[in-house]
């Protein structure tokens, strides 16, 4: 199996379509950016609300990277507990981050319900659920953390996170009410259409090939078009193609396989996450699980399908499944896909400069809010020049020796974990 997005859930429900054509011939514009997912989107419409003329450059369709390829949880804050952010972006930094990005479910469901994309959202909170009792130790301190700093999660005991989630294997969890599930390419196909409908030129099948200057200019090249303008946002994050003149920002690459199932019964619906809370569970190797639309149940761990490994990955799906949810015992995947998550080396999304212009990448697995907020607040400083607004510092040139290998040892972890695990 590729790593083709056609073969995922979100592909043969995305209700979303954008009309766009490819680039061609020169054109002129205050900003141009690259990559047509969550970040690029939501830039191209933030820089159009602002009057701004832009030209946004999408190597396949909207939606390719991982905006297309996600889990939908809609998320409040990082992966990272607050007070490690503060540890490695210091405390003012730090907190200014989780207060913003705290705040990130209620842009991406507002700016949803503004644009009425039709994406399928659900806003009944997360649930972080315990694998194992020592699961527990690591929610009770994540949850001292966020309440520290007011948000309003709840630890729920084993009792009612079992209820909440249909399943006996689940041993307490932490609820977060602000987040949500999402049908993610919808979301990403939804961003790219408010944009053009608010004034931008979004061009998909249309890869950057070289990126150059010409005095304060810049010039974005495309197989068959130009691009002369005045500022960048690079919006390429772990699905970065090669472009001659420009160094893509090390990540490590790791990948995410999800399975969906056919829509469940009723009497199912009724008992597995009636709430339909998204999930996803404290394990080293972490696993997710939520419903979508249809009452199809999408279960996903870390893993890729395209190496001798993935028939591991696959019959360790089945035992998970069996495991959390004994009903589904058997049951086969309708789709199956995966993703490339770019985690950074502190687990943090960077901000770069490039002149005039800037660069995002490694939301390293949390991506929809913060993808969002970066897009949306870097157009914000280019166009206004004040980049105060900037939801965290710039950072000096990232470098991240070994990125492959690590990113290798991450697909060997998963996989030998999954070979020995759920048995
Ligand atoms: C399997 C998986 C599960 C995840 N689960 C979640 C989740 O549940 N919640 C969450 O918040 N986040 C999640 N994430 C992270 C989230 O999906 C990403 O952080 C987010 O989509 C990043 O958005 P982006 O726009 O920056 O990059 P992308 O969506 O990757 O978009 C980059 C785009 O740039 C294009 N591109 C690359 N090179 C060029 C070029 N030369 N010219 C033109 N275009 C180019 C690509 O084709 C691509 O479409 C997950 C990621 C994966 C992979």
């Known amino acids: 199996m590729t790593s083709d997005l056609a073969s ?88 200014r981050l989780s207060q913003i990005l705290g705040e990130a479910p209620d842009l991406v469901y507002g700016l949803i319900e503004t644009h009425g994309i039709k994406c399928e959202p659900v806003r009944n909170g997360t649930l972080h659920c315990a694998h194992a009792p020592a699961g527990l130790k690591d929610l009770q301190n994540r949850a001292k953390q966020l309440q520290a700093i007011g948000a309003p999660v709840v630890l729920l005991n084993q009792e009612d996170a079992r209820a909440r989630v249909g399943s006996d294997a689940i041993y307490g969890a932490l609820f977060d009410p602000r987040a949500g599930t999402i049908q993610p390419l919808a979301y990403a196909r939804g961003l790219a259409r408010a944009a053009i409908d608010a004034g931008a030129h979004l061009h998909d099948q249309s890869p950057a090939t070289k990126i150059s200057r010409t005095g304060d200019i810049w010039q974005v090249e495309t197989p068959k078009g130009l691009i002369r303008a005045k500022q960048l946002i690079m919006a390429t994050n772990g699905y970065a193609r090669p472009m001659q003149g420009y160094d893509i920002p090390a990540i490590v690459p790791v990948h995410y396989f999800q399975g969906a199932t056919a829509p469940l019964s009723t009497e199912l619906r009724q008992v597995l996450l009636p709430g339909l809370e998204g999930c996803w ?40 499944l069996a495991n959390l949810f004994p009903a589904l015992t058997g049951i086969e995947m309708e789709s199956l896909w995966f993703g490339r998550i770019a985690m950074t080396r502190e687990y943090l999304p960077k901000i770069q400069r490039l002149q005039n212009g800037y660069v995002s990448f490694g939301y390293s697995g949390r991506g929809i809010g913060p993808g969002t907020v970066f897009g949306l607040r870097m157009a914000e400083a280019l166009i206004t020049g004040d980049e105060s607004v900037l939801p965290l510092p710039v ?26 695990s759920d048995r």
């Not at 999408?298 to 998970?320: C, E, P, Q, Y």
Request: hydrophobic share 40%; glycine share 14%.
């Open 395 to 420: 950072s000096a040139n990232h470098t991240l020796p070994f990125a492959g290998l690590r990113g290798a040892y991450y697909e060997t972890g998963a996989t030998l974990t999954h070979f020995v």
């Open 8 to 95: 995922s859930l979100w592909h043969k429900t995305c209700q979303e379509h954008p009309s766009s054509s490819a680039l061609t011939g020169e054109v002129t514009a205050d900003l141009a950016v690259i990559g047509g997912g969550y970040t690029g989107c939501a830039a191209a419409l933030k820089a159009a609300e602002l009057g701004a003329s832009v030209r946004l450059v999408e190597a396949e369709c909207f939606g390719h990277g991982g905006s297309g390829r996600n889990v939908g949880l809609s998320n409040a804050g990082l992966w990272l507990p607050p007070e490690e952010i503060n540890a490695r972006l210091g405390p003012k930094a730090g907190r």
């Open 281 to 320: 569970d404290s394990a080293m190797v972490m696993s997710s699980w939520r419903m979508d639309q249809a009452g199809r149940l999408v279960i996903g761990a870390m893993g890729a399908l395209d190496h001798f490994g993935s028939s591991i990955h696959k019959d360790w799906l089945s035992r998970k």
